[in-house]
């Protein structure tokens, strides 16, 4: 009798599994960008930000900080956070070559 070759249980793994070349910081940004952004466009809208900056609020003492920090974040000023923007004013960046 002839085996069809096929592992189901391989492929559907592959799914879940997370990328190795992500680190595990990168990875929680990641996940927490998926909280925040309620919509899944992509991006940190206005509204979505209210949970961040709460967030904020608890971490930084002085309440302008919290406003001038989303700015900050907000590198290409389009009033949302890109993953890649809440990863960089996170300082989860991966600039290869830069030692700061
Ligand atoms: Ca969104
Ligand atoms: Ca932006």
């Known amino acids: 009798m002839v085996h069809a070759v096929s592992d ?3 492929s559907a793994r592959r799914l879940s599994e997370p990328d190795p070349s992500h680190t595990l910081e990168e990875r929680v940004v990641h996940w927490y960008f998926k909280q925040l952004d309620k919509n899944s466009n992509g991006d940190i809208g206005k509204k979505e930000m209210k949970p961040f900056k709460r967030f904020l609020r608890k971490k930084s003492k002085p ?3 919290v406003k001038k920090f989303v700015e900050y974040c907000d590198v290409n000023n ?9 990863m960089g004013c996170l300082g ?6 830069k030692t700061d």
């Open 8 to 10: 189901p249980s391989s």
């Open 63 to 65: 309440r302008k900080c």
């Open 78 to 86: 389009d009033k949302s956070i890109s993953v890649q923007e809440l």
């Open 92 to 97: 989860v960046t991966r600039e290869e070559g």
